[in-house]
């Protein structure tokens, strides 16, 4: 698990804060991922990227706005949330996208509370 | 397309009996199958997977998991349940090759209480 690090673990902000979630991967991957992880609802996929490249926005809300500096960081940066955004929020990382059998490995999570 | 389904949102087993978590799969071409493990306020850990090859899968902490390609089913298995085996587990399949981005498709996820 010390392999993807997240940080904060915990965060609590207001609809109008604006905060960074980051996400630091220690595995030489290439590709690297944001989930959201909603009480009674399967993880979704917000942002891909591959090489520090977005190859994919899953229709996420323009609140949301990722950043992939290298391939081993990955930030998401909020602005104006909503509490129904109140979620866990997972980072993963894997080899890279072409690759079909690799495996992805998942950080610990930031659970973020929206007031 | 794809999808995969795990019908149980809660398993009870002793500890001591064997256990299983059932999931099924819908995919177009060949399936990639992955099962992970969340405990309390953790991040997902990666328990096995199935690519090609032998049906039956052996992974992390004793679970093995069984492909079963007429049924398309991928259910996890252990033979002797432990109280700390607890957690929540979820069935994923990989989206196609090609597609942007290989990100997985997880189940909703299933509950698996191992009593005492």
């Known amino acids: 698990e010390t392999g993807v690090t997240q940080t904060p673990r915990h965060l609590v902000m207001g609809m109008t804060n604006k905060k960074s979630l980051k996400c630091e991967q220690h595995?030489?991957?290439?590709?690297m991922y944001w989930y959201k992880q909603s009480a009674k609802k399967p993880l979704e996929l917000m942002f891909v990227y591959n090489f520090k490249e977005q190859t994919e926005n899953n229709s996420v809300p323009s609140r949301f706005s990722p950043e992939c500096p290298n391939s081993s960081h990955l930030f998401l940066h909020l602005h104006t949330l909503q509490p129904e955004d109140s979620a866990l929020y997972l980072c993963a990382s894997s080899q890279d996208l072409v690759g079909s059998t690799d495996t992805q490995y998942f950080g610990p999570g930031t659970r973020l509370t929206v007031l | 397309a794809q999808s995969v389904a795990q019908p149980e949102d809660q398993v009870n087993v002793a500890e001591g009996n064997p256990l299983t978590v059932k999931c099924t799969y819908s995919?177009?071409?060949?399936?990639?199958l992955f099962w992970y493990v969340q405990y309390p306020n953790r991040g997902l850990q990666f328990l096995l997977k199935y690519i090609t090859g032998d049906n039956l899968v052996k992974g992390s902490y004793g679970f093995e998991a069984e492909f079963n390609k007429s049924q398309t089913s991928f259910h996890l298995k252990k033979p002797s349940a432990l109280v700390s085996d607890s957690a929540l587990y979820f069935c994923a399949v990989r989206r196609p090759y090609g597609q942007a981005g290989t990100a997985l498709i997880f189940g909703k996820g299933t509950t698996l209480s191992v009593s005492s």
């Open positions: 995919v177009s071409g060949n399936p990639y």
């Open positions: 595995l030489g991957h290439n590709a």
